[in-house]
């Protein structure tokens, strides 16, 4: 039986990863203005990246809409006018036989989120949808959902916090319908397999085990919420 380890390759569909080390989506807002377009400052970090042998890179958080992004300086894929340096951040990944997701992102609307009309969230899942069409456009070899660190889809998740009467509060139903109103776009090259959603745990509960020596340990079990 063969043997893997962290370097060995893999192919999901037509993507060959050709290791299992991933560079996690990781805001470079110091490399970024507060127009959210891709700088060639970013450009080059992610080809320095690209070099140094990582398997995959998740291209950080990017924001459907202006008024979504959790800093001024993030980038956007809020409109057509972001393809372009989106583009590049593809493509420079892609020259040293790396391939790329890109995770998509709104901060929401912390604990407001139950006072938000219906009609808003159906605007913003559109923006979502939007988004996934860019990232193709792009040259990106899949998706990442940002679903975690109490940002807009964490927010609908969570039962603190999602007391809403409407379809939405069904807690996992704007996280379904942007997989279903998307599965079209998914094929052998912009694949189904990489499109993953990032949750968080909201609440940590804490408890007492007994080790198999009998002795007591104090762990953290995660309490999704």
Known sequence: MEKINIFTDFKIKNIHIKNRIVLPPMVRFSLVKDDGYVTEDLIDWYGMIARSGVGL?????SAVEESGKLRENQIGIWNDSFIEGLTKVANEIHKYDVPCMI???????????AEVPEEELDRILKLFEEAFIR???CGFDGIEIHGAHTYLISQLNSKLWNKR??????????SRKLIENTRYLFDDNFITRSMSVR??????KRTWR?????????VSLPQIQ
């Open 135 to 137: 990232a193709k456009k």
């Open 165 to 174: 009467t409407d379809k939405y509060g069904e807690r996992l139903y704007f």
């Open 199 to 204: 949750f968080a745990w909201i609440k940590m």
């Open 210 to 218: 007994l080790s198999p020596k009998g002795m007591k340990i104090f």
């Open 103 to 113: 995770q998509i992102h709104h901060a929401g609307f912390k604990d407001k989120i």
């Open 57 to 61: 890179i998740i291209v950080e958080a």
